[in-house]
Each structure stands twice: as structure tokens, then as C-alpha cells.
């Protein structure tokens, strides 16, 4: 939170509350969207889960089961760089300059080599 706003502590507050577990799990109740706390995932509210698009299928059981198995991808400084690249030389690229899809990623792994640190 920005130390000269008006409502540092209430900002603080919300954001926490906001970020909760518990409120992950309402989420996940109302709109389906799998929590990315891994104490949501185990909580009772998410394993005994039903969406009324699934039926009487354990989705908070399967969901989370697949989300424990997941292993989080680190993130690097070149991240956003990349994603240019991929975005701007790779989609853009192909979708509205018809460049061929393979020259489009030469292009993309190209800039890649070029531009990064390796």
C-alpha cells in the first residue's frame, strides 16, 4: 500500500480480506474458479464442492487433486521481454501480417537468442 494514501490501513485490510482463503473458497463456490492457495484447496468448503454444471460430480475433490500435483513455473526477469517477443513477433505476426507460423517462431526464438542474457 502506498504509505501517502488516505486509507493505508483499510487498503491493507480489504486487501488481505480480499485475498483470504475463505474468500478464494466463495469464489469457487459461486463461479467455479479453482482457488490458488493451497490451504483453500484442502478446505471443506472446496473438497465437498459441487458445481450444478457437473452434477453430482466432486469437482473440488478433482480440481484440487490436480492443482496439488501442479509445479509452479518460475518466473524470470526476461519473462515480460519474452512475451513480447511471442506476442508482437509470433501472434501479431501471423494473425494479421500472414506470416508463415514456423518462420514466426524462427523469429521469435531468434530475437530470443539475441536479446537475452544467456
Do not use: C
Not at 484440487?64 to 526476461?78: F, H
Not at 506476442?87 to 536479446?115: C, F, H, M, Y
Amino acid at each position: 500500500m502506498p504509505k501517502s494514501g488516505k486509507h493505508v490501513k483499510e487498503a491493507a485490510e480489504l486487501a488481505a480480506w480480499l485475498t483470504a482463503p475463505a474468500q478464494h473458497a466463495k469464489v469457487f463456490a459461486v463461479n467455479g474458479n479453482i482457488p490458488s492457495s493451497k490451504d483453500t484447496l484442502t478446505s471443506v468448503a472446496v473438497q465437498e464442492a459441487k458445481l450444478p454444471y457437473f452434477g453430482d460430480t466432486p469437482v473440488g475433490k478433482i480440481f484440487s487433486s490436480a492443482a496439488a500435483g501442479i509445479t509452479p513455473a518460475s518466473i524470470s526477469r526476461y519473462d515480460g521481454q519474452v512475451k513480447t517477443f511471442l506476442t508482437d513477433n509470433g501472434i501479431l505476426d501471423i494473425e494479421q501480417r500472414g506470416t508463415d507460423p514456423a518462420k514466426a517462431w524462427e523469429n521469435v526464438k531468434k530475437l530470443v537468442d539475441d536479446k537475452i542474457d544467456q
